[in-house]
T-cell receptor, first 115, second 108 residues
Framework: EAQVTQNPRYLITVTGKKLTVTCSQN?????MSWYRQDPGLGLRQIYY???????DKGDVPEGYKVSRKEKRNFPLILESPSPNQTSLYFC??????????????FGEGSRLTVL | GQQVMQIPQYQHVQEGEDFTTYCNSS?????IQWYKQRPGGHPVFLIQ?????EVKKQKRLTFQFGEAKKNSSLHITATQTTDVGTYFC????????FGKGTKLSVIP
């Protein structure tokens, strides 16, 4: 089954404790991206990757890191989480970005709470 | 990324009534996509529009892309309770920007 898998789905952590949210897709997609969703603010892009070893900032990259060492995986790293990073996070992938970007497939989301 | 404004933020309709949500941009958009997110769920792709003036239909849903490629709309005819959720528009290429969404409630 074609899917984007995120882990963990739910996490409560404390300020400053490094954490990683994993994202994996089984569709051989080149493009992957991370979003956070907050009430009243909608979906905002954190980082995106056009292919292996190619990443770039989205609209809200501060406090986050990403890496793309393999095509299927795109982990989101919070080196020193803070309460303002409490949010619902979505990973998404598609065949490509660019003009006429294809359908984005979203993971089921990871709800993160930072105390 | 490109900026898109989406209105209204909320819409409550009686089952059977029509519903429309609008997305507007101050700049010309290369494409626009529409997604639906059910309560507690993740966004699911509905459609992509690329051409100026394009109109596409999916059963009771009609999608339009403006002639100037600066606005788009999603219209649902005769809403049903299964239409409940938040509808988002998204624009851009690698750096995607989404509207804040329109949350649709359908009263049976």
């Amino acid at each position: 089954e074609a899917q984007v898998t995120q882990n963990p789905r739910y996490l409560i952590t404390v300020t400053g404790k490094k954490l990683t949210v994993t994202c994996s897709q089984n569709m051989n997609h080149e493009y992957m991206s991370w979003y956070r969703q907050d009430p009243g603010l909608g979906l905002r892009q954190i980082y995106y990757s056009m292919n292996v070893e190619v990443t770039d900032k989205g609209d809200v990259p501060e406090g986050y890191k990403v890496s793309r060492k393999e095509k299927r995986n795109f982990p989101l790293i919070l080196e020193s989480p803070s309460p303002n990073q409490t949010s619902l996070y979505f990973c998404a992938s598609s065949w490509e970005g660019g003009l006429g970007a294809g359908e984005l497939f979203f993971g089921e989301g990871s709800r993160l709470t930072v105390l | 990324g490109q900026q898109v404004m989406q209105i209204p933020q909320y819409q409550h309709v009686q089952e059977g009534e029509d519903f429309t949500t609008y997305c507007n941009s101050s700049t010309t958009l290369s494409n626009i996509q529409w997604y639906k997110q059910r309560p507690g769920g993740h966004p699911v792709f509905l459609i992509q529009l690329v051409k100026s003036g394009e109109v596409k239909k999916q059963k009771r849903l009609t999608f339009q892309f403006g002639e100037a490629k600066k606005n788009s709309s999603l219209h649902i005819t005769a809403t049903q309770t299964t239409d409940v959720g938040t509808y988002f528009c998204g624009a851009g290429s690698y750096q995607l920007t989404f509207g804040k969404g329109t949350k649709l409630s359908v009263i049976p």
